[in-house]
């Protein structure tokens, strides 16, 4: 049992509504990368704890297996 691209994605931007998200994926190991002001003065483990805490149900449940998430701030994607 796997769960879509789209149902990922769309998990995220329900916690993160201001964020810019894209997700790939084969339905076993998913990467996304997720732009947003929430990431504001957060290290990069409290970005990941924010979109693991929006996915948590479906990795708790055996849909989502693996994922990589690259978090940035809208800044750090102007440099």
Known sequence: MS???D???QMIQDKLPDAQVSVSGDGYKYETDVISEAFTGLNTLKRH???YAAV???ITSGQL???TIRAFTPAETNT
């Open 65 to 67: 297996h693996a994922l």
């Open 7 to 9: 149902a990922v994605k």
């Open 56 to 58: 948590n149900e479906a």
């Open 49 to 51: 704890q924010l979109v």
């Open 3 to 5: 769960i879509s691209n």
